[in-house]
């Protein structure tokens, strides 16, 4: 019966409109394959044993199943538990650094601060410049139209010497590219929408996923 089937299924999907003959030479070939099933003890029997062993092949599926999902919810729960961790050690290396920060990278972000020359709060006149460095963390990307990453951004904003979860939610707020709609050219909204998706990617906080970024990229603006 399934290799009938699978031929039928074949047929089907072989061709956009398949050809009445061969569907009907299918469903013959399918009745006399039931009617053989019936008078045939033999082959009546073979057909239980292959049930069986569908059914016995669809339960070890199930089991196998089962233990990757409990396999993936363990893995899942060492995740959290280690990005909680390091989210926790990266913030408490920040607080330690921020009057050294200040003094180090204090320049560009005044820099950065006095660009932003504000239009009715909302759009940028020019749009406020962050000092790009070359980045040393492994594979680490610009954005394509600000030309800098998350680490220049970063770098940029410890300057101010109070860089917190906090601080950064408040700029996430500001930079949000809906302030900027109706507001300036197309390219100062999707300038802020880079801003905006690298302030995001910061107050999530690091990605224990690439721990180079954490020992290269912390270490790289603490010393």
């Keep these: 019966m399934i290799n009938v089937m699978k031929q039928?299924?074949?047929t089907l999907k072989g061709t956009?409109?398949?050809a009445e003959k061969d569907i009907a030479n299918a469903r013959f070939d399918l009745d006399c394959r039931l009617l053989t099933l019936k008078y045939d003890p033999k082959a009546a029997k073979e057909e239980d044993e292959l049930d069986k062993l569908k059914k016995e092949?669809?339960?070890e599926r199930k089991q196998a199943e089962a233990v990757q999902k409990m396999e993936e919810q363990t893995l899942r729960q060492r995740f959290e538990c280690l990005r909680s961790f390091w989210a926790e050690e990266y913030w408490t290396r920040i607080m330690d650094s921020q009057e050294g920060d200040e003094v180090r990278h204090?320049?560009?972000y005044q820099a950065f601060v006095n660009a932003c020359d504000l239009l009715d709060g909302k759009?940028?006149?020019?749009f406020p410049a962050i000092e790009k460095s070359k980045c040393y963390v492994y594979e680490c990307k610009a954005v394509k139209t600000l030309g800098v990453c998350r680490h220049n951004v970063e770098k940029?904003?410890?300057?101010?010497?109070v860089y917190s979860p906090d601080f950064l939610a408040q700029q996430v707020k500001l930079w949000h590219p809906g302030n900027f709609v109706g507001n300036g050219t197309d390219d100062r909204v999707e300038m802020a929408q880079e801003f905006f998706e690298l302030?995001?990617?910061l107050s999530d906080g690091p990605d224990i996923t690439r721990w180079m970024e954490f020992y290269n990229g912390v270490q790289l603006f603490v010393n």
């Design 8 to 10: 039928l299924d074949f």
């Design 106 to 108: 204090g320049s560009d």
């Design 16 to 18: 956009n409109v398949p």
């Design 123 to 126: 759009c940028f006149i020019n």
């Design 57 to 59: 092949f669809e339960e």
């Design 156 to 161: 940029t904003f410890r300057g101010s010497g």
């Design 199 to 201: 302030l995001q990617s």
